[in-house]
């Protein structure tokens, strides 16, 4: 399965944004991508409600999934699957002392899975990362690939790395993150042991092919969900 991240910066509109989007899809279309992900707040902090059409109008004409984050209604940090959805809402909101985050943002309400082309995919943004739980849910639920949408800070890049190989690793799924390129962090593609694929620093497009008969038999050779003791440290 071969799927497309864009690397790009945060836009100050929706026609700006439109105009670098709509060539990434057509290449990621050309070169066999089937789904495209964006990185988290690709509009930034600012609503814009003709956003959700007209990435679905962009994913139906070019005949691929478009996977975006933008803030919704609410407010909500959401990651959204054009065309039809499902839609995910963040989480865990970004709230630290003295930098900007998600202030005022209403948290989602849980796992968001996506089933497409036979697969499950697990949805999840930026700061969701720190929150091993959120991906070990996804595994339970049968999730092979998690997308994250993210603009993590580039101060923070060796973190990011670090945490995005251990949610794939130890959950034996693909991890795909599309960061926003003004941060300074670069977008990954992890593969369910941990290794990384590829990464992406400057503007564009990062194609990535998913081999999954990989997947099936390494997680046949190292069953780690079936190996879980969970009589042996619940805490309730």
């Not at 495209?36 to 109008?57: K, S």
């Not at 995910?88 to 998600?102: I, N, R, S, T």
């Amino acid at each position: 399965m071969r799927l497309a991240l864009a690397h790009l910066g945060r836009q100050e509109s929706l026609p700006r944004l439109l105009k670098i989007l709509v060539p990434l899809v057509h290449q990621a279309r050309e070169e066999g991508a089937l789904a495209l992900l964006l990185p988290e707040l690709v509009l930034g902090r600012q609503e814009e409600e003709d956003l959700p059409q007209a990435l679905e109008a962009l994913a139906e004409e070019s005949r691929m999934r478009v996977v975006a984050g933008y803030l919704a209604q609410g407010p909500r940090n959401r990651l959204g699957v054009f065309p039809q959805g499902p839609f995910y809402d963040k989480v865990h909101p970004f709230l630290a002392l003295g930098e900007e985050g998600d202030e005022g943002v209403e948290p989602g309400e849980g796992p968001v899975v996506w089933e497409f082309q036979g697969q499950r995919f697990g949805l999840a943004l930026c700061y969701d990362l720190d929150f091993p739980e959120l991906f070990r849910s996804y595994a339970l639920m049968g999730a092979e690939v998690f997308l994250v949408g993210s603009a993590w800070p580039g101060e923070y890049q060796e973190l990011l790395a670090v945490l995005a190989r251990a949610r794939a690793a130890e959950n034996q799924a693909y991890l795909l993150l599309a960061n926003r390129a003004d941060t300074g962090s670069p977008s990954l593609a992890v593969a369910p042991d941990g290794r990384l694929l590829a990464s992406r620093r400057e503007e564009g497009l990062l194609v990535v092919d998913l081999d999954l008969g990989f997947l099936e038999e390494y997680r046949a050779r190292y069953p780690i969900l079936r190996h879980r003791r969970i009589e042996a440290y619940r805490l309730w």
